[in-house]
């Protein structure tokens, strides 16, 4: 048996809980391929008998590069088992049947749906920052989680978590609201001048959103305010409203492949 695990992550959380799925299922003897939904690699879903999808909740939603990557993943006509997670910092959220919903449409046959808690990497905007031992324990729940999802579906058993329409429906609606105030949200974002132009936030950046004019890091609008930018920054000089913001993923950001 092999599986393919498709993913989109900011800061390094969502990849993390790959890694985990990767080391777990490996423990089965099943090999999993991790590819990076920012890849330009194209989607080739044959070759495997399952698939894992992966994704960061923006706002109560799947952000639009997990749901345009939705839209180009093939129908399947053997209702290709798929297991379908997010990570929040919340306890909940119905991004999961939100994706399930786009998928299942297509032949996908969601045995696992379920939503991972793992710390909130934008405590400055909403909800709150973890002490170091709450950061512990929800990173070790997390791995527990991973470890009962990937027994559920050995055992051919199913979960479907966070499977409320109603909910959903509000989520959508506060997730629209916050997909139209992007552009002016970005404008929050600036650098330091003691900014190095290292070009690490320019290089990483999903949405190409940065470029340096006039020896100045520019933040244009078509940021998705994933937070990679703040939290890979050596010198942690990009500004939130003017504020220094501590690097909370800087623990995790290395687990994305970042290009040095
Ligand atoms: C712009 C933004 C919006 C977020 N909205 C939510 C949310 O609605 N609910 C929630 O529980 N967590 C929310 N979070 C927290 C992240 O979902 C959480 O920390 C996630 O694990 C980060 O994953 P990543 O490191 O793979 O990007 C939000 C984070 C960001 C940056």
């Not at 989109?8 to 990849?15: A, L, P, Q």
């Not at 990767?22 to 399952?50: R, T």
């Amino acid at each position: 048996m092999k599986g393919v695990l498709y993913y989109f992550s900011g800061t390094g959380n969502t990849k993390w809980v790959a890694d985990r799925f990767k080391e777990n299922f490996k423990s089965y003897g099943i090999d999993i391929k991790l590819i990076n939904m920012e890849s330009e690699e194209p989607i080739n879903i044959k070759c495997y008998d399952f698939i894992i999808i992966g994704s960061v909740v923006h706002s109560n939603m799947e952000p639009k590069i997990v749901s345009d990557f939705l839209k180009k993943l093939p129908d399947t006509k053997k209702k290709m088992k798929t297991i379908i997670y997010s990570t929040q910092g919340g306890k909940s959220s119905v991004a999961v049947l939100s994706m399930a919903k786009k998928i299942s449409q297509k032949g996908y046959d969601i045995v696992v749906q379920s939503a991972i808690r793992m710390p909130n990497n934008c405590y400055f905007i909403s909800g709150k920052k973890p002490t170091k031992k709450e950061e512990n324990e929800i990173l070790k729940d997390a791995s527990e989680k991973v470890k009962e999802l990937i027994k559920i579906f050995i055992d051919n058993k199913r979960l479907k978590e966070n499977n409320s329409i109603f909910k959903m429906g509000i989520g959508k609606i506060s997730s629209k609201l916050f997909k139209n105030s992007l552009p002016k949200l970005s404008k929050n974002l600036t650098a330091i001048e003691e900014c190095k132009k290292c070009g690490l936030c320019l290089r990483n950046c999903p949405k190409n959103n940065i470029t340096f004019e006039d020896g100045h890091a520019v933040f244009h609008s078509k940021c998705m305010l994933c937070l990679r930018c703040m939290n890979i920054c050596p010198i942690n000089g990009i500004r939130y409203k003017n504020k220094k913001i501590e690097q909370v993923q800087r623990d995790r950001i290395n687990v994305l492949n970042l290009n040095k």
